[in-house]
């Protein structure tokens, strides 16, 4: 018989890593829409319900992007930063986080 593998699995908690900051999405923030650092292998679906889970708001709205690491140089030596994926979370309009308003 032929083994079945296991297919990596996101838990809830490792999904939304940390808020993207910037002035930019500080800005956003007052008009409800909010930006998170994310787990590479997160979609949509799993980002809604995560954010739901930890702050009691269903998004009306959730984009997803990837961004790719910024090539950098030190003397002659070149490399490039970690790609990381990125989300935009849009709450119904009138709603806002109070833990996510910096501003």
């Known amino acids: 018989m032929a083994e079945l593998k296991k297919k990596y699995t996101v838990k809830e908690y490792e999904i939304m890593l940390r808020p993207h900051i910037s002035e930019k999405t500080i800005a956003l923030g007052q008009k409800g829409v909010y930006t998170f650092q994310i787990h590479p292998d997160a979609n949509k679906i799993q980002v809604k319900l995560a954010f739901f889970n930890m702050y009691g708001q269903m998004p009306s709205k959730v984009t997803i992007a990837n961004q790719l690491g910024k090539t950098v140089r030190s003397g002659r030596t070149t490399g490039t ?18 833990e996510l308003n910096y501003a």
């Open 81 to 98: 930063r970690a790609a990381w994926k990125k989300a935009t979370v849009t709450l119904v309009k009138g709603q806002l986080i109070t």
